[in-house]
């Protein structure tokens, strides 16, 4: 009994290891790329600059429903991750890719687009990760 715990610890360890390298050479791989483009932002885009952007966030992450729900959500986030530790790890790869996209979807006129770019990028690194 357990000999079959230490091979599947083993393995998952193994998972966790390959895991966690897939997401470092997809990272640097998005980031190489996205050094490259030197995009405008969109004229579509509310904001062109940080500066611009940063009063407005502070104004929307006062309300206190704004402030409940984010409180909610990263609780059910850190409960989620102690139940199951591998989603850090897919978490982890989900802010990569999606810092690494940054860059990239900058000049893109709509949001749809960009996160339909971030999905297809995020789902094929996960099947290259998992092999399905």
Do not use: D
Not at 72 to 99: D, E, K, Q, Y
Request: aromatic share 10%; hydrophobic share 50%.
């Amino acid at each position: 009994m357990s000999r079959g715990r230490k091979q599947n610890s083993t393995s998952t360890s193994i998972r966790a290891v390959k895991c966690v390298a897939a997401m470092v050479c997809v990272y640097c791989a998005l980031a190489s790329v996205s050094s490259f483009l030197v995009v405008q932002p969109a004229a579509s885009k509310p904001y062109a600059v940080w500066s611009e952007f940063w009063p407005r966030y502070l104004e929307e992450h006062s309300q206190p429903l704004n402030q409940q729900l984010h409180f909610l959500g990263t609780g059910l986030a850190i409960l989620i991750a102690l139940r199951n530790p591998m989603t850090i790890l897919a978490c982890g790869m989900a802010i990569s890719v999606g810092w690494a996209m940054v860059p990239i979807c900058r000049g893109m006129e709509t949001g749809l687009l960009e996160f339909v770019a971030f999905i297809l990028v995020y789902i094929g690194c996960t099947k290259f990760l998992i092999k399905s």
